[in-house]
């Protein structure tokens, strides 16, 4: 009987043990699959347009202004890299820097999080400049197929990162609001991560079909 009841708590102490799958990291991940397949259908649209009307994108293609896009590009893919350090900094329970400013290995999770939020910033306020520019060349969203391609394409996108932006600004929010930084804040972090890694990728391929290949 001992033996018995010995292994039965043996046995519910290793189910304790077992680790999980975070719930709200797996519902992303689930949720960035249907993503996927979202901008693979706008990505068919683009493609479809392009093979009916090549003449037109050989056209359309030479009013694009590829070195600030390029340089916009850079910049969203930067932020990339400071948002997985703030992931790192959340790993360790650290949500504000531990030194000055200036020593950007201290940061916490908030100042990795505000510098990726601003680059983000700048990279969408990058795209409303390329469009303005575009428009006044004469080329607004009514203009051809190629036009309706690019802004459908290059605006949904943009849409994408503005809700990254703001899902930065509502973790750092939950940060300055908790007053001890644990677990579920961590999970917050990764999983802001996880959409702007992709969205990050999602943008790569979009400026390679639109700027590269023409």
């Known amino acids: 009987m001992g033996n018995v009841t010995t292994t039965s708590a043996t046995y519910s102490q290793a189910l304790r043990s077992v680790k999980r799958p975070d719930p709200v990291a797996v519902g992303t991940i689930v949720w960035l699959g249907s993503e996927v ?16 009307a090549p003449e037109l ?3 359309r293609t030479q009013e694009l202004n590829v070195p600030f896009a390029a340089a916009n590009t850079v910049i969203l893919i930067l932020s990339s890299f ?20 200036w020593q950007f290995r201290q940061w ?9 939020f601003i680059m983000g910033a700048v990279f969408v306020s990058g795209q409303v400049w390329e469009y303005a520019t575009l428009i006044a060349e004469g080329m607004p969203i009514t203009a051809d197929s190629y036009a309706s391609a690019f802004y459908l394409t290059t605006g949904f996108h943009a849409l994408h990162v503005t809700g990254g932006l703001l ?12 007053k001890n930084f644990g ?3 961590m ?9 702007w890694h992709f969205v990050d990728v999602v943008w ?4 390679l079909v639109i700027y590269f290949l023409k």
């Open 37 to 52: 397949m979202f901008f693979a259908g706008l990505f068919a649209i683009y493609f479809t347009l392009r093979a009916a």
């Open 57 to 59: 994108w050989a056209e």
């Open 82 to 101: 400071t948002a997985q350090a703030g992931v790192f900094a959340a790993e360790r329970f650290q949500s504000y820097r531990s030194g000055s400013f």
């Open 108 to 116: 916490g999770m908030v100042e990795w999080f505000y510098l990726s």
């Open 167 to 178: 899902a930065f600004l509502l973790v750092i929010g939950r940060a300055f609001a908790v």
């Open 183 to 185: 677990r579920k804040e």
């Open 187 to 195: 999970t917050s972090a990764i999983v802001v991560s996880y959409y």
């Open 204 to 207: 790569i391929a979009l400026f």
